[in-house]
């Protein structure tokens, strides 16, 4: 299924064997392993769905996501809107004609996906979503001889951040702090703001066919290990091997990217350290915990926020590249048919890329 993507303008190939390898052999995932954490299967889910909308396979993405909604409620929703973009332009460059490849690549940056036919194909890709989700819940609900007490227990617990059990997260410290009163609306703005990322990132991703819309899974693979309830190491695994595959990214967020990682990596590495100082010594609080989760959340959401913001640096010098060479090339055949009108044509300005219609 990878082998059948067509994400040729960057060079994704080469960074999907090294970013399993890192995945695979990374401690963190190892250590996840042995603690027979779940969250190994949930990653499945995630890359499943991916991948399979690289393919152009839009009915198999949806199923990989309801089924990560189904493992972990809620945050995989912010891989609905590129999956979705990334099935359908998928889908349309494999049934549309070959065209001439400096042409298509200025208009890849140029159109925008905010079409008719993408809003409804974005429209059944979440209906598919949905019901693939009613359909585990009632094999669920069967295997449960019509009991509904696994809903509690699997899904409004989470949402509603019940357990303040101490994690990697910073939910359990601020839902801890919160007057009772204010409870509800605490657990609103920490899962709704989540919901304003996708449709920016697609504005200024999305319109960068093929591969903008892998960036934005990438992205979005990203956000979920940053703001689900309940995190473990394993997750800035699963988002460092995402970020691994477009090896272009890296290249051009090198000057802070390992920087950031070490910040990530040094949180994580304290957090063992500060749950035996306060829990198992008594000889702090529940500052000592909280302050290495802020670390890494800090450092972790820069790193992310660095990252993407490399991708639309490369994007906005690729669409300079593609207009001027688009420009020459126009210049040059009115060269040879008309010289007054390629003096004409030679003298309108490139657009700005951060202007364009998206």
């Known amino acids: 299924m990878i082998a059948s993507t067509t994400l040729t303008t960057m060079q994704v190939a080469e960074g999907l064997e090294e970013g399993g390898l890192f995945y695979l052999l990374n401690p963190l995932t190892v250590a996840s392993c042995v603690a027979l954490s779940v969250q190994n299967l949930q990653h499945l889910f995630l890359v499943f769905a991916v991948v399979a909308a690289g393919a152009g396979k839009g009915g198999l993405s949806a199923a990989g996501i309801a089924a990560s909604l189904y493992v972990c409620p809620f945050t995989p929703v912010l891989l609905v809107l590129p999956c979705a973009c990334l099935a359908y332009n998928q889908q349309r460059s494999v049934e549309r004609a070959k065209e001439d490849r400096e042409h298509s690549e200025y208009d890849a940056l140029t159109k925008g996906q905010v079409s008719l036919g993408f809003l409804m194909y974005s429209v059944c890709f979440l209906m598919v979503v949905l019901c693939s989700f009613v359909c585990l819940l009632g094999a669920s609900m069967a295997a449960m001889a019509g009991e509904l007490q696994f809903v509690e227990a699997a899904f409004l617990s989470v949402l509603s951040i019940r357990d303040l059990t101490p994690n990697t997260g910073f939910f359990w410290y601020f839902f801890i702090e919160v007057f009772q009163r204010y409870y509800l609306l605490f657990v609103f703005a920490f899962h709704a703001h989540i919901l304003f990322y996708s449709v920016p990132l697609h504005l200024r991703l999305g319109s960068y066919a093929p591969t903008g819309p892998f960036i934005h899974c990438s992205a979005a693979i990203g956000m ?129 890329a951060d202007t364009t219609v998206t």
């Open 224 to 352: 979920i290990s940053l703001f689900k309830p309940y995190p473990t190491a394993s997750d800035y695994a699963l988002m460092v091997s995402a970020m691994l595959v477009q090896a272009e990214l890296i290249r051009e967020s090198q000057r802070y990217f390992a920087f950031l990682l070490s910040g990530v990596m040094f949180g994580l590495s304290m957090v063992p350290t500060m749950v035996a100082v306060w829990l198992g010594r008594n000889a702090g609080n529940a500052n000592y915990l909280y302050n290495m989760t802020l670390v890494v959340n800090v450092f972790g959401s820069l790193t992310l926020s660095e990252w993407v913001k490399a991708g639309m640096r490369l994007r906005k010098r690729q669409f300079r590249l593609a207009y001027f060479r688009k420009l020459v090339l126009a210049v040059a055949d009115e060269v040879s048919a008309n010289p007054a009108a390629a003096k004409a044509r030679a003298s309108v300005p490139a657009p700005d």
